[in-house]
DNA sequence: ATTTTCCGATCGATCGATCGATCGGATGAT
DNA sequence: ATCATCCGATCGATCGATCGATCGGAAAAT
């Protein structure tokens, strides 16, 4: 539910993981800063002794994960080969994996994103534009092998992130009868339909 | 931008149409009563006149989107012939004409839908399952003539589904360069791709 | 004249944020 | 080894502002 970077102990982190919990159960607007407080067993004075402003804990939270979700889209796609479709699964699966694994920070950081100034989202629009751009590049390479076939890029690229991003919304509640290698399988295929090159009869 | 339910004057309808601009902006818990009340050019106290509460707005809202989209998802299927591909492809434009026509609407009723208690949000989840067992329907019998294949239905429900909200997001943006009739057909193709029968050598 | 609509004033509650005070544990001097 | 000093972390209390909501009465419509 959790990655890594959020799951030691701390006063800050303990912050950081109620805000993530709250932010994403009633929004960013619909928590008060008692409510993360209170989440994290402390006096609502003892967040500004880690965090400038209740949006700079969100900011943190939005960046966390913009990057846990990038660098694990670029991993996947350094372990695929040079298979322009191993290379797409391998993407999608990872895009996938990330909101199915960690649904309330992939819910946070792309629906509260937002809520922040646009100084404090940039940087996450930073990382968003490059994971798109990982995906065009891997689909631009498909295209000119011959194996894939793209009438509009951008909207295909649009739709390929948004069916991966709104897992998040879902599979939480289904996650006891949907395994996530099912899921990321199944969207991976969903994927190659909408980039493959129409089979002619030979 | 406004369906025509909400093009007439008076009070009541400027308060509606203030709520959706804002609560599409700033989301609900971001915008106040006052907010609401001044972009409608009346004082705070007078939108209780008109409803109950604060929610009571938001609610009449979501349930007004969701009416909107699901009417004309059916309109269009019934103007659609009896071929499962003319079928997808009219469900999933209106689908994504609604999103892209009405992007206010369609992101308060879908992002600020969570907002609501369950009470209030229940007349737009059966709206919402009405219209996802539409898509269902259409599909189930491109199945069963042999016309399309699709590995786990639900998941495809969800994609076509969901690629089709986003619009609401992106599209304002691009507008200017991309027109409607363009991106639905575009949409159109993607959706048949997901799930026509591969074409198998002849 | 009656009814509907709207307004100004105001309610108690809660908001994000700040304050000085307090505490335990590390540091440095003796 | 002892004691004085310091410091980061946290606390309780409180700030001014704003929140959603309510009231009686003025204004407008019928």
């Known amino acids: 539910m959790l990655p890594s970077s959020l799951t030691a102990d701390g006063t800050r982190l303990r912050l950081l993981r109620a805000g993530l919990e709250l932010f994403a159960a009633r929004g960013y607007h619909g928590t008060s800063i008692r409510d993360i407080a209170t989440a994290a067993g402390v006096q609502s004075a003892t967040l500004y002794g880690h965090f400038a402003s209740k949006e700079e804990l969100l900011a943190e939270l939005v960046v966390l994960g913009h990057e846990e979700h990038h660098r694990r889209l670029v991993d996947a796609l350094m372990d695929a080969g040079s298979d322009p479709d191993d290379q797409l699964r391998a993407l999608v699966s990872a ?14 950081a792309n629906a509260e994103l937002a809520r922040l100034s646009a100084a404090a989202a940039a940087p996450a629009h930073v990382l968003r534009a490059k994971s798109i ?8 390479r498909g295209v000119r092998q011959g194996v894939f076939a793209v009438d509009n890029m951008e909207i295909t690229l649009t739709a390929i992130a948004t069916m991966g991003i709104s897992v998040a919304a879902w599979y939480p509640a289904r996650a006891a009868e949907l395994r996530i290698d099912v899921l990321c399988r199944s969207f991976g295929d969903l994927a190659l339909r909408l980039v493959q090159m129409p089979s002619t009869s030979p």
């Open 133 to 140: 751009d990982l995906l065009g590049t891997v689909i631009g």
């Open 95 to 108: 895009h996938v994996a990330s909101h199915a694994t960690f649904p309330m920070l992939a819910t946070v």
